[in-house]
């Protein structure tokens, strides 16, 4: 029995080797990578504390690339610990660059009230905020995802995606956003 062990355990272990050995192999391209989005009549964008149609944001982005990252923006941990960490992380890496930050602010109409006079003092971001009270953005492009980390997309001058994921949640893809905002 106890050869019989030794023998199985070598195996795995055999095994384990071959199979861990990923030099060669091709990474895997995102299912999101190469979408183009867009961004919809329903969302609008949130200027000096009002909310104002998009025209004046499609006008000054039109051909430019975009580092766009969704925040349910619902609690104070959301606009804190996800909106404002982003925003000054990626304020560093877009030195530089004529790259624009934009967060897609998900707030329900029914929490409009609350996020304007309790949360909004607390945003500290200097990206570009647009309001969205449905979801309508994930929807309409089809990127709905409770994952926050796939939640960020830098987006090339024709709003296709190019990088998913935020550094904040995986340092690997900052080396990643560095190398694509060359």
């Not at 071959?18 to 995102?30: A, H, I, L």
């Not at 930050?101 to 996020?115: K, Q």
């Amino acid at each position: 029995m106890k050869q019989f062990f030794r023998i199985f355990l070598q195996y795995v272990f055999v095994l384990a080797f071959c199979f861990s050995c990923t030099k060669g192999q091709k990474v895997e391209k995102d299912k999101w990578e190469d979408k183009e989005l867009v961004f919809p009549n329903s969302l609008l964008q949130l200027k000096n504390g009002k909310c104002v149609s998009l025209t004046t944001f499609r006008q000054d982005l039109k051909g430019k690339r975009k580092v766009v990252t969704i925040i349910d923006a619902t609690c104070r941990k959301c606009i804190i610990g996800q909106l404002n960490k982003t925003d000054s992380l990626f304020g560093e890496l877009l030195k530089g660059t004529a790259t624009q930050m934009v967060f897609v602010l998900n707030v329900n109409p029914a929490d409009s009230l609350y996020f304007m006079t309790t949360l909004y003092p607390d945003v500290k971001a200097k990206g570009l905020l647009l309001w969205d009270n449905g979801y309508h953005f994930e929807t309409d492009n089809d990127i709905l995802t409770e994952h926050v980390t796939r939640r960020t997309f830098l987006l090339d001058e024709n709003n296709k995606i190019i990088q998913v994921g935020n550094p904040l949640y995986n340092a690997k893809l900052l080396a990643k956003y560095k190398l694509r905002l060359k």
